[in-house]
């Protein structure tokens, strides 16, 4: 079964930092494009940034709200990529989802459920 | 950054009618185009891409068209399951990000 499992997610409060964790099953995880994605409450969907494979150099890519705070990483051995954010801010607030899709098209054709991230004091 | 811009809002329509959903690039990208659908507290699905191709076991009465700037999504013959928001998002290569509408929300009339 093709599946992504987020965790890592939680209360934390403005300024802090948080790291999250995207566990791959059932797909050829190192050859995929990996994504985050996020979602505030009753809001659309805000991609958040993107790492490549090996093949292409583990490039990354972020949104302007989150470069020079959020980084994307990947470990193929463990089938999981991460997203680590700091500097907080409450507009962070928001569910995260984790998906993957083809290496070269920026389409994401699995997702995971989601985690939650409150940032608040 | 490439604006999407998605419409109506939110479209009302029968069980067993056709819907039609339109989505707006602020800039060309191609068929780099994108749908999802997603249902309340679930992760959005893949439907559609590269504008008109459907996804991995997507029924075939969601079809998707355009390119360039302007795009649809139909769904010939709506289910109660139909019944969603739906997204759509550019790839287009390069810059990111990968920009996505603000939605459309499916609602039963």
């Known amino acids: 079964e093709v599946q992504l499992v987020e965790s890592g997610g939680g209360l934390v409060q403005p300024g802090g930092s948080l790291k999250l964790s995207c566990a791959a099953s059932?797909?050829?995880?190192?050859?995929?494009?990996m994504h985050w994605v996020r979602q505030a409450s009753g809001k659309g969907l805000e991609w958040v940034g993107r790492?490549?494979?090996?093949?292409?150099?583990?490039?990354?890519a972020y949104a302007a709200s989150v470069k020079g705070r959020f980084t994307i990483s990947r470990d193929d051995s463990k089938n999981t990529a991460y997203l680590q954010m700091n500097s907080l801010k409450t507009e962070d607030t928001a569910v995260y989802y984790c998906?993957?899709?083809?290496?070269?098209?920026?389409?994401?054709?699995?997702w995971g459920k989601g985690t939650t991230v409150t940032v608040s004091s | 950054e490439i604006v999407m811009t998605q419409s109506p809002a939110t479209l009302s329509v029968s069980p067993g009618e056709r819907a039609t959903l339109s989505c707006r690039a602020s800039?060309?990208?191609?068929?780099?185009l994108a749908w999802y659908q997603q249902k309340p507290g679930q992760a959005p699905r893949l439907l559609i891409y590269?504008?008109?191709t459907r996804a991995t076991g997507i029924p075939a009465r969601f079809s998707g068209s355009g390119s360039g700037t302007e795009f649809t999504l139909t769904i010939s013959s709506l289910q109660s399951e139909d019944f969603a928001v739906y997204y759509c998002?550019?790839?287009?290569?390069?810059?990111?990000?990968?920009?996505f509408g603000q939605g459309t929300k499916l609602e039963i009339k």
């Open positions: 790492i490549r494979s090996k093949a292409n150099s583990y490039a990354t």
């Open positions: 998002q550019q790839y287009n290569n390069w810059p990111p990000p990968y920009t």
């Open positions: 998906a993957g899709g083809p290496p070269v098209y920026y389409y994401m054709d699995v």
């Open positions: 590269g504008a008109s």
């Open positions: 800039q060309s990208v191609s068929s780099n």
């Open positions: 059932g797909f050829t995880f190192s050859g995929s494009a």
